[in-house]
C-alpha cells in the first residue's frame, strides 16, 4: 500500500476525484484515465482501494472487471476513441469547449 500512498501524494485532490470519477463510469476506458492522468489501470486500483470503503470497492471491482466498455482490449474494435467525435481535444483533463 506504500507505493498507492506515494502516488496519492504525487496527484492534488481535485485530480484523485476526477480519476474516481471516471473510473466510476461505465463509459471511460482505463486508457483514458492513463492519456488524461498517466496512471495505468493497475494504479487506478490502487487509487480506488486506498480511497473507498472496502464495500464500495468491492462493488465497483465486481462491476468493472470484464467490463467491455472500461477494458480497451474487450471494447469494440470500432469504437478507438475515449471522448465524443464533436470534441475537439483533451488536454490534461481540460476538455476544450466549442
Known amino acids: 500500500m ?14 484523485i476525484d476526477r480519476i474516481i470519477e471516471m473510473a ?11 492519456f488524461q492522468f498517466g496512471v495505468s489501470e493497475s494504479e487506478v486500483i490502487k487509487i480506488m482501494r ?3 470503503k472496502a464495500s464500495s470497492f468491492r462493488m465497483w471491482r465486481a462491476r468493472v472487471q470484464d467490463r467491455p466498455t472500461k477494458h480497451s482490449a474487450l ?4 469504437m478507438d476513441r475515449f471522448k465524443c467525435n464533436r470534441q475537439r481535444a483533451i488536454t490534461h ?6
Open 2 to 15: 506504500a507505493k498507492a500512498k506515494e502516488l496519492i501524494a504525487d496527484l492534488d485532490e481535485r485530480s
Open 50 to 52: 486506498d480511497q473507498m
Open 24 to 34: 466510476w463510469e461505465d463509459r471511460t476506458p482505463f486508457s483514458a484515465i492513463e
Open 93 to 98: 483533463n481540460k476538455i476544450s469547449k466549442r
Open 75 to 78: 471494447r469494440d474494435p470500432e
